[in-house]
């Protein structure tokens, strides 16, 4: 199975505007420098995305892209499928054509791989990735306060 860059960086896109949730639009220029990805394929992406009613566009000064829906009904699968992006690990891309347009002999086994990485990926959702995102930066916000109570022979038992 192979996810390419425009189902990763559609994904981290979608998160990247969840995280803001509740602000301001968020704008593509913004999310290009965040992460490093083109603003021309960031449009792209947003594009289908807006297309298929993951996200609003607002226009004008202070404009951007905001969630369609609520985060907790956007799944990955939902963003990786609105950018057409296939997640297949079947050679034949589903056909049954494998082998001398036949079947081949493991063509089950990677259907079967791909309904489990569907269901995975139909299960996770945008408000799911923000609340692991969230409770990291706690964490690690934790850990650097308790550096900075601590004394500093004491320092070297908290762990970063």
Request: charged residues 25%; positive net charge.
């Amino acid at each position: 199975m192979r996810l390419t860059t425009k189902g990763r960086f559609a994904v981290t896109a979608m998160l990247d505007l969840a995280m803001q949730h509740g602000s301001d639009p968020v704008t593509l220029a913004e999310i290009s420098q965040r992460h490093k990805i083109s603003l021309s394929y960031l449009e792209q992406l947003f594009g289908k995305m807006r297309r298929r009613a993951l996200v609003n566009s607002v226009r004008g000064p202070g404009g951007g892209y905001r969630l369609a829906k609520d985060m907790g009904r956007v799944s990955v699968a939902d963003i990786i499928d609105a950018v057409d992006e296939p997640i297949d690990s079947t050679q034949c891309g589903g056909k049954e054509n494998c082998h001398d347009d036949k079947k081949c002999i493991t063509h089950d086994l990677w259907a079967k791989l791909n309904a489990h990485i569907s269901a995975y990926l139909g299960a996770v959702t945008l408000k799911q990735l923000v609340d692991d995102q969230k409770a990291k930066q706690n964490g690690v916000a934790q850990v650097q306060d308790m550096r900075e109570i601590l004394p500093r022979r004491d320092r070297t038992s908290v762990p970063v």
